[in-house]
């Protein structure tokens, strides 16, 4: 079997950037032109021949070519041919490309290097200053130091200005893509609690309904007799309205949640009257009676949330009552006092002749979420011969984050 040998990877070749490559071949062009002129810098100070002053010009115009990919060694050579260039008649050229050797350091060079610079080379400019002012004792000496800030301490401030300005476009960049990732995070959560809202309406809304029709269907199939048909029929026919009232109801609430539809379409405690006669009716044929004890002050009235959160309680308690209760009295109490709303749904506990309706236990995983989202408490069991369902729900709002 002839082994398989994999290409070779090409070797990654360097190119420089376009505006490095216009900027050596532009310097080293001025620089060659201005010393064919005989335009030199230090005229009259050198020491050696005039042709000289080209081999800092031409170590230093390619160094223009690694700016961006090696700032530390084009700074290093840039600053001995600048140095190189005092001893020669000089090229304003050659100044010039250290200058912009001297600001590519520090806006391509490493973090450390950028805030070095700006601080040696203003230390450079006052030790030039104070030693030629010291030395040479003229007002003209001060130019040195003015010119020696301008090469150096100069381009070094204006790249470290650069650079700031792009670090803080990039972090206020970060910033806003943070801000919207939060804002989306934001927007998921909440749309997860609205379907989980939702669900619980929709459970809440439906489900006693749609529990009595089967309770009362499987009773009309399982007696064969007219005057049961009739009745459950009637039954069925009268949870169906109610259960599409309901759901009609909600689809609109859905389409346009306007504050009106809203408040007519919230459930109040002061409704627990009308929910107890509607059970009482589905109820009927499985031997269950209800009774309500409303102990809360007159007039006192309870936040929104709180009445509807007691209400779908009160209404799941009971659906759960006409699918599994035994025959007996289903007692709801409601009571207001010390700050808490406290809610008691007793049913009796045991074995149950007939039919039963079905559960998937959504039912008392919604309780326990309303009360929860509202800073309560709640409990469901077996507590003897009775089905407890307790929850405290404080009586002001106090949504739980988190």
Not at 26 to 49: D, E, H, K, M, Q
Not at 65 to 87: C, H, K, S
Request: hydrophobic share 45%.
């Amino acid at each position: 079997m002839t082994p398989t040998i994999a290409p070779a990877t090409p070797a990654r070749t360097f190119r420089p950037h376009r505006d490095d490559v216009l900027l050596a071949v532009c310097s080293v062009l001025a620089g060659l032109l201005l010393w064919s002129l005989g335009i030199y810098s230090t005229n009259n100070r050198y020491f050696f021949p005039p042709w000289a002053a080209l081999v800092p010009l031409l170590v230093l115009g390619p160094m223009e070519l690694l700016r961006r990919t090696a700032p530390n060694v084009t700074l290093a050579v840039g600053t001995i041919g600048v140095v190189a260039d005092q001893f020669t008649v000089g090229n304003l050229g050659t100044v010039v490309i250290f200058t912009d050797l001297m600001y590519a350091a520090v806006v391509y060079g490493k973090p450390a290097m950028a805030r070095r610079l700006p601080i040696t080379t203003g230390l450079i400019t006052i030790a030039v200053t104070v030693t030629f002012v010291a030395w040479l004792r003229t007002p003209q000496s001060l130019m040195i130091g003015v010119l020696t800030g301008i090469v150096c301490f100069g381009p070094a401030l204006t790249g470290a200005t650069l650079r700031n300005h792009r670090e803080a476009a990039e972090a206020a960049r970060l910033r806003a893509e943070q801000t919207a990732l939060l804002a989306e995070m934001d927007r998921s959560q909440a749309v997860a609690a609205e379907r989980a809202r939702m669900a619980r309406e929709l459970h809440d809304m439906v489900a006693n309904h749609l529990s009595a029709i089967a309770i009362h269907s499987t009773a009309a199939l399982s007696i064969d007799s007219p005057g049961t048909s009739r009745e459950a029929l009637g039954v069925i026919r009268e949870n169906s309205v109610q259960g599409l009232a309901e759901m009609r109801r909600l689809i609109g609430l859905l389409r346009d949640a306007g504050a009106e539809q809203e408040a007519v379409a919230t459930p109040s405690l002061d409704g627990l009257d009308a929910l107890l006669a509607q059970a009482g009716v589905n109820g009927a044929a499985s031997g269950l009676d209800f009774a309500l004890l409303d102990d809360r002050p007159s007039g006192e009235q309870l936040p929104a949330p709180v009445e509807l959160a007691a209400y779908r309680i009160v209404q799941e308690s009971l659906t759960n009552a006409l699918k599994h209760a035994a025959p007996g009295t289903v007692r709801v109490r409601v009571t207001c006092a010390d700050g808490l709303l406290t809610v008691r749904v007793e049913s009796p506990y045991g074995d149950r002749p007939g039919p039963r309706a079905p559960g998937s236990g959504a039912g008392l995983v919604g309780m326990r979420e309303r009360t929860e989202l509202l800073g309560g408490e709640f409990s469901a069991g077996p507590t003897g011969l009775v089905w407890l369902v307790r929850a405290e729900l404080p009586a002001e709002e106090k949504a739980v984050t988190g």
